[in-house]
């Protein structure tokens, strides 16, 4: 347990750390902060700060580096502050929704890059499993004579749209046709289409052009189904791979591994306990070190959810991130 004024001065530490990005003497304490204490007290506090591990001696500098410990302590406390509410500046993720005409790929797109653009930091958004959301029409609409569109349109209020092409030209009467038959049949099709053979299709009046038509668009559904599951929008990557050097590049690509595969979605389920979680270094994998993740569920509507996740280093802004996440509504 640690009193107040040693909180305060961990937070000195930590704070003019993240600020400056070098060690921190009693002197900048002094010189920066009003805690109306004498250098000696200062240095004594950071004597038992260090000695409870929440502060790091390093070999160059007399100062301090607040440890994975530190910021550990410092963001918590930050997450049991009241909130700072200002509905005027809200990001409003369904209004975004109905900007993008309730197109949740492109929302969750333009969020995940308003988000890093405002955090300064990587953000990812996990978006919904669609694989388990149920398709309630289909429809054709032709763009070209060999271009058509697939429109899904979901009970999760989204809708997608598929792209079609074709080597032989099909007629509008044949799209409108396999149109038809899709969206009074979906259910069925979307069971059983693939299994309905080209004799199949000719016993229902298809002519091979639009049998071929029906199969590639009931692959096309499935791979589509498949592939998004709960898929990730990635937001200023570049500020992790920018941060890449000899000295980083231990703590960075392992998260870059789990960004480039499946595997950072369960991660981020897994660590996501609160209404916003801050994991550091280790809280998140044991092999993970200067890297911490703040994540926050978020609901568009009753079956559009996911959640967010900031990704930096340890010695990230931790409070104007929170102040973020805290805007979404």
């Excluded at 099909?170 to 899709?182: A, E, G, P, R």
């Excluded at 595997?263 to 916003?276: A, G, H, K, W, Y």
């Amino acid at each position: 347990m640690i009193t107040q004024r040693q909180f305060s001065v961990l937070n000195a530490i930590v704070e003019d750390y993240v600020e400056l990005g070098h060690p921190i003497g009693s002197n900048t304490i002094i010189q920066r902060h009003d805690l109306n204490v004498s250098p000696a007290t200062i240095r004594n506090e950071m004597k038992f700060l260090e000695g409870m591990k929440l502060i790091e001696k390093t070999h160059s500098s007399s100062g301090r580096i607040p440890s994975e410990s530190g910021f550990r302590v410092y963001a918590k406390q930050l997450l049991e502050q009241p909130l700072n509410e200002d509905s005027a500046h809200n990001l409003d993720m369904y209004g975004m929704f109905m900007e993008h005409h309730f197109d949740i790929s492109s929302t969750l797109e333009y969020f995940a890059r308003v988000f890093s653009n405002q955090s300064h930091y990587t953000t990812l958004v996990i978006g919904p499993d669609h694989s388990k959301a149920t398709i309630l029409d289909i429809r054709l609409i032709k763009v070209s004579p060999k271009h058509l569109i697939v429109v899904l349109i979901f009970d999760t209020g989204h809708v997608k749209q598929l792209h079609v092409s074709v080597q032989v030209p099909i007629s509008d009467l044949s799209i409108t046709k396999v149109s038809n038959f899709i969206s009074q049949n979906y259910q069925e099709f979307l069971r059983n289409g693939q299994k309905n053979h080209i004799d199949a299709y000719r016993l229902l009046g298809f002519s091979d052009e639009e049998t071929q038509l029906l199969l590639r668009v009931y692959l096309l559904i499935q791979q589509y189904q498949s592939s998004e599951s709960s898929r990730v929008y990635l937001g200023g990557k570049n500020q992790l791979i920018e941060g890449l050097d000899e000295s980083t590049v231990r703590s960075i690509q392992p998260i870059l591994k789990y960004i480039e595969s499946n595997q950072i979605t369960d991660l981020i389920r897994n660590i996501s306990e609160d209404p916003i979680s801050i994991k550091i270094g280790s809280e998140i994998e044991s092999d993970f070190r200067d890297i911490a993740i703040l994540t926050k569920p978020y609901q568009i509507d009753d079956n559009v959810k996911g959640y967010i996740a900031v990704i930096g280093p340890t010695a990230m802004r931790y409070q104007s991130v929170i102040n973020l996440l805290n805007l979404i509504s």
